[in-house]
C-alpha cells in the first residue's frame, strides 16, 4: 500500500485519522479553556501559564516519539522488524522514566516553578492548582505522545485517533463534573486532564499489541548509543521547535505582564492563552495532514522511490495552504466573536485577543510550506536543516522579534511578534524546498 497507491490517495486516506487525532486533542484543550473561562480572568491567565509547562513535556514526547517512529518507519519500508521493535521499546520506557523524574521535580519546586513559567501573584493560586495533577501525569503524557507518534508512522494512525478520542471525550465529560458539581474549581479541570490522559495511554499501550503493530516489548529495551542516536536524528528537529515553544510561551507570558495596563495583567496574559489554544486548534489539522504525509514519505524514502516522496511533498503543501487561506479568512472576519468564547465578561481580554488573532491569521497561509518542509527533512534525515528550521518560528526569529517590537510599538508590536516570526520562517524554507525537490528530481 505504502509504495504503489497514488501518493494523493494515500495520503488522505492516512491524515483522516492524523487530523481527527490533532483535532480532537486541540477542542478538548479549547473545551478545558471555556469552562475554566467561566471562572474568572485570572483562572485563564493560570491555565495559559502552565500551557508553558505543557509545551515542555510535549517537546519529550515528540522527540522520543518522533525520533523513534521515523527509524521504525524507516525500518519497516527496509524489512527490518527486529530493530523496529527494538526501538518502539527504547523510546517508549526511555520517555516514561524522563517523564517521573520531569514530574517529581516539578512537584517538589511548584511554586518557584509557576513563577518561572511568568505566573503574577494575582494568578499563582490558579497556575499552582492546574499544574499539580499535570505534573502527576507526566510521565504518562510524555509516553502517549511516543506511542501516539509510534504508532502514526508505522501506518497504525487509526489506532492512535482511538486512543486520543478516549481520553478526549473522557476529559470533555469529567470537566464540568469536577470544577463545578464537586466544586474543585481549576484543580478539577487538572485532575479531568490527569484521568483522561492515563486512560488513553492504557488504551494506546494495549493498540501496540495487537496484529500488525510493531509490540512494544520491554525485554527488547537497549539504551544504547546507537539507539539514542538514531532518536537524535529523527527527533531534534521535533525537540528544538517544541522546547523554543515552550520557552517563547514564557517569554510572551512575561512580556505580556511587562507591557500590559497596570492592573489588567491578568487579562492581557489571558488574551494571548487564549489565542495560543485557538491557533493550536487551526494548526492541529495541518499538523494532522502533515502526520499523514510522513509514514508515505518514511516509506518510500527506505525503498528508494525518491519520485513519491517528491508528488507527495507537493500535494501536501498545495493542500495545506489551501486549508490554512479559508481558515484564515474566518479568523480574520470572526475574530472578536472567536475570542468572546471564552471569556466575554472581559472587554479588556476580548479587545487585545482579537488584534493578536487577527495578526496571527494574516501569518498563517505561510505556514503551509513552512510546515511540510520540516517534516520531510526530518523524515528524509536532513537533520541540521530540519533543526534549523524547525528552530526558525519559536526561536530564530521570535526571539529577535520580541525584543525589537514591543519596545518600538509597545504592547501592539507583542501582538504582531509570532507574525513576523511566521514571516521571517517562510523566507528560511522556501530555498530549503526548492534545493530539496532538485535532489529529489536528480
Same mark, same amino acid.
Given at each position: 500500500?505504502?509504495?504503489?497507491?497514488?501518493?494523493?490517495?494515500?495520503?488522505?486516506?492516512?491524515?483522516?485519522?492524523?487530523?481527527?487525532?490533532?483535532?480532537?486533542?486541540?477542542?478538548?484543550?479549547?473545551?478545558?479553556?471555556?469552562?475554566?473561562?467561566?471562572?474568572?480572568?485570572?483562572?485563564?491567565?493560570?491555565?495559559?501559564?502552565?500551557?508553558?509547562?505543557?509545551?515542555?513535556?510535549?517537546?519529550?514526547?515528540?522527540?522520543?516519539?518522533?525520533?523513534?517512529?521515523?527509524?521504525?518507519?524507516?525500518?519497516? !519500508?527496509?524489512?527490518?522488524?527486529?530493530?523496529?521493535?527494538?526501538?518502539?521499546?527504547?523510546?517508549?520506557?526511555?520517555?516514561?522514566?524522563? !517523564?517521573?523524574?520531569?514530574?517529581?521535580?516539578?512537584?517538589?519546586?511548584?511554586?518557584?516553578?509557576?513563577?518561572?513559567?511568568?505566573?503574577?501573584?494575582?494568578?499563582?493560586?490558579?497556575?499552582?492548582?492546574?499544574?499539580?495533577?499535570?505534573?502527576?501525569?507526566?510521565?504518562?503524557?510524555?509516553?502517549?505522545?511516543?506511542?501516539?507518534?509510534?504508532?502514526?508512522?508505522?501506518?497504525?494512525?487509526?489506532?492512535?485517533?482511538?486512543?486520543?478520542?478516549?481520553?478526549?471525550?473522557?476529559?470533555?465529560?469529567? &470537566?464540568?463534573?469536577?470544577?463545578?458539581?464537586?466544586?474543585?474549581?481549576?484543580?478539577?479541570?487538572?485532575?479531568?486532564?490527569?484521568?483522561?490522559?492515563?486512560? =488513553?495511554? #492504557? +488504551?494506546?499501550?494495549?493498540?501496540?499489541?495487537?496484529?500488525?503493530?510493531?509490540?512494544?516489548?520491554?525485554?527488547?529495551?537497549?539504551?544504547?548509543?546507537?539507539?539514542?542516536?538514531?532518536?537524535?536524528?529523527?527527533?531534534?528537529?521535533?525537540?528544538?521547535?517544541?522546547?523554543?515553544?515552550?520557552?517563547?510561551?514564557? #517569554?510572551?507570558?512575561?512580556?505580556?505582564?511587562?507591557?500590559?495596563?497596570?492592573?489588567?495583567?491578568?487579562?492581557?496574559?489571558?488574551?494571548?492563552?487564549?489565542?495560543?489554544?485557538? *491557533?493550536?486548534?487551526?494548526?492541529?489539522?495541518?499538523?494532522?495532514?502533515?502526520? !499523514?504525509?510522513?509514514?508515505?514519505?518514511?516509506?518510500?524514502?527506505?525503498?528508494?522511490?525518491?519520485?513519491?516522496?517528491? &508528488?507527495?511533498?507537493?500535494? +501536501?503543501?498545495?493542500?495545506?495552504? +489551501?486549508?490554512?487561506?479559508?481558515?484564515?479568512?474566518?479568523?480574520?472576519?470572526?475574530?472578536?466573536?472567536?475570542? =468572546?468564547?471564552?471569556?466575554?465578561?472581559?472587554?479588556?481580554?476580548?479587545?487585545?485577543?482579537?488584534?493578536?488573532?487577527?495578526?496571527?491569521?494574516?501569518?498563517?497561509?505561510?505556514?503551509?510550506?513552512?510546515?511540510? +518542509?520540516?517534516?520531510?527533512?526530518?523524515?528524509?534525515?536532513?537533520?541540521? *536543516?530540519?533543526?534549523?528550521?524547525?528552530?526558525?518560528?519559536?526561536?530564530?526569529?521570535?526571539?529577535?522579534?520580541?525584543?525589537?517590537?514591543?519596545?518600538?510599538?509597545?504592547?501592539?508590536?507583542?501582538?504582531?511578534?509570532?507574525?513576523?516570526?511566521?514571516?521571517?520562517?517562510?523566507?528560511?524554507?522556501?530555498?530549503?524546498?526548492?534545493?530539496?525537490?532538485?535532489?529529489?528530481?536528480?
Amino acid at each position: 500500500m505504502m509504495t504503489t497507491t497514488p501518493v494523493n490517495r494515500l495520503i488522505l486516506r492516512m491524515s483522516v485519522p492524523t487530523i481527527t487525532s490533532m483535532l480532537v486533542t486541540a477542542i478538548y484543550n479549547i473545551v478545558d479553556a471555556y469552562y475554566v473561562g467561566h471562572l474568572s480572568t485570572a483562572a485563564t491567565a493560570g491555565v495559559g501559564v502552565a500551557f508553558a509547562y505543557q509545551c515542555f513535556i510535549q517537546a519529550i514526547g515528540f522527540f522520543f516519539g518522533s525520533g523513534s517512529g521515523n527509524f521504525i518507519s524507516r525500518a519497516l !519500508g527496509a524489512r527490518q522488524d527486529d530493530k523496529a521493535e527494538e526501538m518502539a521499546a527504547t523510546g517508549f520506557l526511555s520517555a516514561f522514566l524522563i !517523564g517521573a523524574i520531569v514530574g517529581t521535580l516539578g512537584l517538589i519546586f511548584l511554586t518557584p516553578l509557576s513563577l518561572m513559567l511568568g505566573s503574577t501573584q494575582e494568578i499563582l493560586p490558579h497556575a499552582c492548582s492546574y499544574l499539580r495533577f499535570i505534573l502527576i501525569a507526566t510521565p504518562f503524557m510524555i509516553s502517549q505522545m511516543v506511542l501516539n507518534n509510534q504508532l502514526r508512522l508505522q501506518g497504525n494512525a487509526t489506532y492512535g485517533m482511538v486512543g486520543l478520542i478516549v481520553g478526549a471525550v473522557l476529559n470533555v465529560l469529567l &470537566d464540568p463534573l469536577f470544577m463545578y458539581r464537586l466544586g474543585l474549581g481549576v484543580s478539577g479541570a487538572s485532575l479531568a486532564t490527569f484521568i483522561s490522559q492515563f486512560c =488513553s495511554w #492504557c +488504551t494506546l499501550l494495549w493498540f501496540t499489541s495487537v496484529d500488525g503493530s510493531v509490540h512494544i516489548r520491554l525485554r527488547k529495551f537497549r539504551p544504547t548509543l546507537q539507539n539514542y542516536t538514531e532518536i537524535v536524528k529523527g527527533g531534534l528537529p521535533s525537540l528544538s521547535r517544541q522546547v523554543l515553544g515552550a520557552i517563547s510561551a514564557v #517569554c510572551l507570558n512575561r512580556a505580556a505582564v511587562h507591557y500590559a495596563v497596570p492592573g489588567l495583567e491578568a487579562s492581557t496574559v489571558a488574551a494571548f492563552a487564549v489565542v495560543s489554544r485557538v *491557533m493550536q486548534c487551526a494548526m492541529s489539522t495541518i499538523l494532522g495532514f502533515g502526520q !499523514g504525509f510522513q509514514p508515505v514519505c518514511g516509506f518510500n524514502w527506505g525503498a528508494q522511490l525518491y519520485m513519491r516522496v517528491k &508528488d507527495s511533498f507537493l500535494f +501536501t503543501v498545495r493542500t495545506c495552504t +489551501t486549508g490554512i487561506v479559508i481558515m484564515s479568512i474566518f479568523g480574520l472576519i470572526f475574530a472578536p466573536e472567536i475570542i =468572546s468564547f471564552f471569556r466575554s465578561e472581559d472587554p479588556e481580554l476580548i479587545r487585545i485577543g482579537t488584534t493578536v488573532l487577527r495578526w496571527q491569521c494574516i501569518a498563517f497561509p505561510l505556514v503551509g510550506l513552512t510546515t511540510p +518542509t520540516n517534516m520531510l527533512l526530518q523524515n528524509i534525515r536532513r537533520t541540521g *536543516m530540519a533543526t534549523i528550521l524547525a528552530m526558525g518560528r519559536q526561536g530564530l526569529f521570535f526571539y529577535p522579534a520580541i525584543l525589537i517590537a514591543p519596545r518600538i510599538w509597545g504592547l501592539s508590536g507583542l501582538q504582531a511578534t509570532l507574525a513576523i516570526a511566521d514571516l521571517c520562517t517562510f523566507l528560511l524554507a522556501l530555498p530549503f524546498a526548492i534545493r530539496i525537490i532538485r535532489e529529489l528530481n536528480g
